[in-house]
């Protein structure tokens, strides 16, 4: 009879480990949003350079922190599991790391300094290639080098270049300069990560059912790019003036229809041919890309004259 007891004991044990995960992934399904973050602007237009260095810190780094202090926080390294099942939301939170990688680079090297000959601030090099880098799936121990550690890491040394901008002659000031030549760089670094993302949703050897985790990937590549081209547009009105302004309108009007998009079940219309009855989202999100890519090479290009 003991034996049966105890063996009853652990059935239920098991049983009840089992029902708190399901309710975790459930919860982790239910509470977490793969559709409508958008730019949050300053209070203010920024008016001095420290300001608009803050501005442009913030651009960069608010999609990645808002994942990090969501109400799961960052799932791509999670050890329960959850990556293979909740993949629509690990997908955009790649796509946000992978962005944010290469959005801190090109950033560093346009608005941290006054020319190409000048050094890049320490804390934007280790934001970018020490912080960033880090692996995105890295658990850690004790949780001493796990990504979400890294990543603050890298968010908090955007933050204090900001805060070094005070257009004083010191050792630790730090200086914000952004010219037509810089605004084209981050122009050109928007269009090839916009043109990498058709890449992606154009692979057709996407299969039925990981078509949601390229459309999510996608949607978080996205989400850094609007961030960073909004917080550019709310520093330099030149950008408006010079690009036309139903350019950025059309530019901005699609960033956030594809914040938007957000399907039941993402179908892709055979994925091969794509004369299926179904819909295809791939390809409808694709047709959303495209015109952001255009866009963003008509303004480039009227930059450059």
């Given at each position: 009879?003991?034996?049966?007891?105890?063996?009853?004991?652990?059935?239920?044990?098991?049983?009840?480990?089992?029902?708190?995960?399901?309710?975790?992934?459930?919860?982790?399904?239910?509470?977490?949003?793969?559709?409508?973050?958008?730019?949050?602007?300053?209070?203010?237009?920024?008016?001095?350079?420290?300001?608009?260095?803050?501005?442009?810190?913030?651009?960069?780094?608010?999609?990645?922190?808002?994942?990090?202090?969501?109400?799961?926080?960052?799932?791509?390294?999670?050890?329960?599991?959850?990556?293979?099942?909740?993949?629509?939301?690990?997908?955009?939170?790649?796509?946000?790391?992978?962005?944010?990688?290469?959005?801190?680079?090109?950033?560093?090297?346009?608005?941290?300094?006054?020319?190409?000959?000048?050094?890049?601030?320490?804390?934007?090099?280790?934001?970018?290639?020490?912080?960033?880098?880090?692996?995105?799936?890295?658990?850690?121990?004790?949780?001493?080098?796990?990504?979400?550690?890294?990543?603050?890491?890298?968010?908090?040394?955007?933050?204090?270049?900001?805060?070094?901008?005070?257009?004083?002659?010191?050792?630790?000031?730090?200086?914000?300069?952004?010219?037509?030549?810089?605004?084209?760089?981050?122009?050109?670094?928007?269009i090839k990560t916009m043109e990498y993302t058709?890449?992606?949703?154009?692979?057709?050897?996407?299969?039925?059912?990981?078509?949601?985790?390229?459309?999510?990937?996608?949607?978080?590549?996205?989400?850094?790019v609007d961030n960073i081209i909004e917080g550019?547009?709310?520093?330099?009105?030149?950008?408006?003036?010079?690009?036309?302004?139903?350019?950025?309108?059309?530019?901005?009007?699609?960033?956030?229809?594809?914040?938007?998009?957000?399907?039941?079940?993402?179908?892709?219309?055979?994925?091969?041919?794509?004369?299926?009855?179904?819909?295809?989202?791939?390809?409808?999100?694709?047709?959303?890309?495209?015109?952001?890519?255009?866009?963003?090479?008509?303004?480039?290009?009227?930059?450059?004259?």
């Amino acid at each position: 009879m003991a034996l049966s007891s105890k063996r009853t004991w652990v059935v239920r044990g098991l049983a009840g480990l089992v029902a708190v995960y399901v309710l975790y992934l459930l919860a982790v399904g239910l509470f977490t949003t793969v559709a409508g973050q958008s730019y949050k602007a300053p209070a203010e237009a920024p008016a001095d350079d420290r300001a608009k260095a803050t501005c442009i810190a913030d651009a960069l780094v608010q999609p990645l922190e808002e994942e990090l202090d969501g109400a799961f926080g960052w799932l791509p390294n999670d050890i329960l599991l959850v990556p293979r099942i909740i993949d629509n939301k690990t997908s955009f939170q790649l796509g946000v790391i992978y962005a944010t990688r290469s959005g801190s680079e090109v950033l560093a090297r346009t608005v941290a300094r006054f020319g190409d000959r000048d050094t890049l601030p320490h804390m934007l090099v280790d934001a970018t290639q020490k912080h960033f880098a880090y692996a995105e799936d890295s658990w850690g121990w004790w949780f001493l080098y796990n990504s979400e550690k890294r990543y603050r890491e890298g968010i908090a040394d955007w933050r204090l270049w900001a805060s070094r901008v005070t257009g004083e002659q010191t050792k630790q000031a730090q200086v914000y300069n952004v010219t037509t030549s810089d605004i084209v760089e981050i122009m050109n670094w928007a269009i090839k990560t916009m043109e990498y993302t058709l890449g992606v949703l154009n692979d057709d050897k996407v299969g039925h059912f990981y078509g949601d985790n390229v459309i999510y990937y996608v949607k978080g590549i996205s989400r850094v790019v609007d961030n960073i081209i909004e917080g550019l547009l709310q520093c330099d009105s030149s950008i408006i003036e010079r690009g036309g302004k139903e350019n950025v309108d059309e530019l901005l009007k699609r960033l956030h229809m594809i914040s938007q998009f957000n399907p039941i079940y993402v179908v892709g219309g055979s994925y091969g041919v794509g004369d299926s009855f179904w819909p295809n989202h791939i390809a409808a999100m694709a047709r959303h890309i495209d015109v952001v890519s255009n866009r963003l090479t008509d303004i480039r290009n009227a930059m450059e004259k």
